[in-house]
Nanobody, 118 residues
Framework: QVQLVESGGGLVQAGGSLRLSCAAS????????MGWFRQAPGSERELVAT????????YYADSVKGRFTISRDNAKKTMYLQMNSLKPEDTAVYYC???????????WGQGTQVTVSA
């Protein structure tokens, strides 16, 4: 069973940067696409960014375009999210997720808190 472990969250002032990591492990599994989601208190979970594992293809939500960069290290089975120019509205628990095909994201991490102070 795939296990996803996020790290890199924390408290940062507005305008600052953080880099999140998500490491996948757990025996034999395939990765087609991975993604970052976030959920703020009282809000629904929203998609932040996704990345294909086999080709150079990424997606970003409009709210983070130009500020966040998603990347991956296939050998390490690790995905990253570089977050620059952070805003208080970026405050949320950030989750990583994985899917082995075009279907829904099946495997989820436990989440890491990102707090941006004004």
């Amino acid at each position: 069973q795939v296990q996803l472990v996020e790290s890199g969250g924390g408290l940062v002032q507005a305008g600052g940067s953080l880099r999140l990591s998500c490491a996948a492990s757990g025996g034999m599994f395939s990765i087609f696409r991975m993604g970052w989601f976030r959920q703020a208190p009282g809000s629904e979970r929203e998609l932040v960014a996704t990345i294909r594992w086999d080709i150079d293809s990424t997606y970003y939500a409009d709210s983070v375009k130009g500020r966040f960069t998603i990347s991956r290290d296939n050998a390490k089975k690790t995905m990253y999210l570089q977050m620059n120019s952070l805003k208080p509205e970026d405050t949320a628990v950030y989750y990583c997720a994985l899917t082995p095909n075009w279907g829904d994201f099946r495997s989820w991490g436990q989440g890491t808190q990102v707090t941006v102070s004004a």
